[in-house]
């Protein structure tokens, strides 16, 4: 069966610095995609980077960069350069070609301080 | 564009009663998909559609039918509600062959069943 874990309920940053969501999966399925979605506390779900189980090097958009370790399992979220923005949780998914049968873990809310 | 609207925002409901959540995508997507969401907890899905006249069960089927008559309308039916089932509910579409594969994610639906 697929699994997405979150070991991190809740995380602290210092405005500016840089932090490191965790995020590992399991699945039997050679072919698969990593998602990383921000929810603020308005409640929307936003997309912020993806990537593909084949894809060779680590996907970045922006300040968002994915650390992905295959061997390991492993799909973390650094963020660089916090804004009070930022604060919000944070949800690692995993999902087939299309994204519609996409798992969710549990999330982390992180909190930015000024 | 208007993205992926539900309606209605807010719903409560007493035990037994029956509704039906609305969602509708103009982005002529052909993925749809139904999640809930609980407090403290990630998304789960409920069912999904690969297109109009196709539909099959995510995670937590139990209790929720769906339709898809046409590519922008996706309707999520509750037969008999139950306390079990407030949550709140996300409709989200995606696109066959899109570079990031990522959902795109209506505003939600507060579900109370009393």
């Known amino acids: 069966a697929q699994k997405i874990t979150q070991t991190q309920p809740g995380m602290f940053v210092q405005e500016k610095e840089a932090v490191t969501l965790d995020c590992t999966y399991d699945t039997s399925d050679p072919s698969y995609g990593l998602f990383w979605y921000k929810q603020p506390s308005s409640g929307e779900m936003i997309f912020l980077i993806y990537?593909?189980?084949?894809?060779?090097q680590n996907a970045t958009e922006g300040r968002y960069s994915l650390n992905f370790q295959k061997a390991r399992k492993s799909a973390n979220l650094v963020i660089s350069a916090s804004q009070l923005g930022d604060s919000a949780m944070y949800f690692c998914?995993?999902?087939?070609?299309?994204?519609?049968?996409?798992?969710f873990g549990a999330g982390t809310r992180l909190f930015v301080k000024a | 564009n208007a993205g992926v609207t539900q309606t209605p925002k807010f719903q409560v409901l007493k035990t037994g009663q029956s509704m039906t959540l609305q969602c509708a995508q103009d982005?002529?997507?052909?993925?749809m998909s139904w999640y809930r969401q609980d407090p403290g907890m990630g998304l789960r899905l409920i069912h999904y559609?690969?297109?109009?006249?196709?539909?099959d069960q995510g995670e937590v089927p139990n209790g929720y039918n769906v339709s898809r008559s046409t590519t922008e309308d996706f309707p999520l039916r509750l037969l008999s509600a139950a306390p079990s089932q407030t949550s709140v509910y996300f409709c989200?579409?995606?696109?066959?062959?899109?570079?990031?594969?990522?959902?795109?994610f209506g505003p939600g639906t507060r579900l109370t069943v009393l």
């Open positions: 998914a995993m999902g087939n070609t299309g994204g519609f049968k996409t798992i």
């Open positions: 559609s690969v297109g109009a006249g196709i539909t």
């Open positions: 982005m002529n997507h052909e993925y």
């Open positions: 990537q593909g189980s084949y894809d060779q």
């Open positions: 989200a579409s995606s696109q066959q062959g899109s570079a990031y594969n990522e959902q795109f």
